[in-house]
């Protein structure tokens, strides 16, 4: 991948919509427009004041024959996304004319965007840190107004702000300490060791909140992986239905009805639940069936929340007894179902199982105690600690893991000065956290993982 070239590629997704565009970036953009485009006025492309938009149609040069009618939109460097000059060529959003006009700015000397590569680019260019970088999928992706709102709050800076202060934080206890080494007749070794074990202790602090949100953040992200699990017939598919807010999933009174496993995303107050039906746990000779309480026990062991569902209205089971086994370990909830019924359940015999966990009485076909549900799984997900505003969320496995290995070099700085070692030697620790924190930003991480992490993005962006 080279960032001379000019690149060029289709930033909308796949199918058909009122608006299809085309963008390039490099050095040749503006040239490529100008063979291209031809403006109602007559004008090139090249002398469009940036950030105006401009009618006209894009013309075949070869043959002269008209592709489509377009707005062409200039941003010279660097006040554009990639501090290139970019152009944007907004069409119809069909993909016949998207696919003709991206071949034709092949065709004049662009090449195809690689996944991933504007944002690359930006990041190469220093308009994007890393993390910022990574928030722009992040964006694209979130599932809920509260994902987006940590997305753009760490594609603003409010996580990279937090990292460039701590990393700060830690070059001055370098500064102060290799003064120490350096000045050695001044005998403030000692000292110097003493203020800054106090000042590790607060970064390790800051740090320590930061890790405190990676769990919410993940899950915001990323979804909280929810099975509905139970034996057949409890209410497992109304359940799904009810969180959907719309009929998704079959529901009769047969046994078996669910043999596959249904998964959706829903809204829960902000946060996102992909949310899984699976084939009532029990046994059956019938293959297809058994085969989905297969893969539904498989599910229990890969969740992040079990919803466990009982019928009030029968005695405790054989079925499920065994439903309720697969929970240690397991993070859960015990919805008893059918709590309109006159109720033959044992409650104390279901307490038991749960060991602790959350018992709530439900009723799915009146509506009883689902806004009590979805108040139980926010609690969850924000693990009672973390507010929803929160400035800065740790959303990413990468920056989590970076931040515990700094922890860890903070915590060996600290055993070295207890153990009255010579001063560079809290040196070397206090660096190598310092390179830690540098990876979250990009300022200290390899171009292997620079390219593993754009590789992930989607063609155009």
Not at 11 to 24: M, N, S
Not at 74 to 91: F, K, N
Not at 152 to 181: F, P, T, Y
Request: with cysteine; net charge negative.
């Amino acid at each position: 991948m080279s960032s001379d070239d000019t690149i060029s590629a289709i930033a909308t997704a796949i199918g058909e919509g009122g608006i299809g565009i085309v963008r390039l970036s490099g050095g040749k953009a503006l040239a490529i427009a100008d063979k291209l485009f031809i403006a109602k006025s007559g004008k090139q492309a090249s002398t469009f004041p940036s950030h105006h938009v401009v009618y006209g149609k894009i013309v075949d040069p070869d043959s002269g024959e008209t592709v489509d009618e377009v707005i062409l939109i200039t941003m010279r460097a660097p006040r554009s996304y990639t501090r290139e000059d970019i152009v944007e060529i907004h069409c119809h959003g069909g993909p016949v004319p998207l696919k003709r006009i991206l071949d034709l700015t092949l065709t004049l000397g662009a090449r195809m965007a690689e996944p991933g590569e504007f944002t690359k680019r930006a990041f190469l260019n220093g308009r994007l840190d890393l993390a910022q970088a990574e928030a722009v999928i992040d964006v694209i992706r979130s599932k809920t107004d509260m994902s987006l709102k940590v997305a753009m709050g760490n594609l603003s800076g409010q996580l990279s702000d937090k990292v460039k202060a701590l990393r700060q934080q830690i070059l001055r206890m370098i500064a102060q300490l290799e003064a120490a080494i350096d000045f050695p007749e001044e005998d403030i070794e000692e000292a110097a060791a003493a203020d800054v074990a106090l000042l590790i202790g607060q970064v390790k602090s800051s740090i320590d909140k930061l890790l405190a949100t990676a769990q919410t953040g993940r899950i915001l992200r990323e979804g909280l992986a929810t099975v509905i699990i139970g034996k057949p017939n409890v209410g497992k598919s109304s359940l799904l239905n009810a969180l959907l807010r719309e009929k998704r999933a079959i529901v009769t009174d047969i046994p078996g009805t669910t043999r596959d496993i249904i998964e959706e995303y829903v809204n829960i107050r902000g946060v996102p639940l992909k949310i899984i039906d699976t084939a009532g746990i029990r046994e059956t000779a019938d293959v297809v069936e058994k085969i989905g309480v297969e893969r539904a026990k498989e599910l229990v062991n890969q969740a992040d929340l079990i919803l466990v569902l009982l019928d009030s209205s029968s005695p405790l089971t054989a079925e499920d007894r065994g439903v309720l086994e697969l929970l240690p370990g397991r993070e859960a909830i015990v919805l008893i179902n059918k709590s309109d019924l006159p109720s033959r359940l044992d409650l104390e015999e279901v307490n038991h199982f749960a060991k602790g966990r959350k018992v709530l009485k439900i009723s799915v076909v009146q509506g009883d105690g689902l806004e009590e549900l979805e108040q139980v799984i926010v609690d969850l997900a924000y693990s009672g600690r973390i507010s929803q505003g929160e400035a800065a969320f740790v959303n990413n496995v990468r920056h989590a893991d970076a931040l515990r290995q700094a922890n860890f070099r903070l915590d060996e700085a600290l055993a070295t000065i207890g153990a009255r070692m010579p001063p560079d030697c809290v040196v070397v620790d206090l660096r190598a956290a310092w390179e830690k924190l540098g990876e979250i930003t990009g300022d200290t991480v390899g171009e292997d993982i620079i390219d593993q992490i754009f590789t992930q993005f989607c063609i155009g962006k």
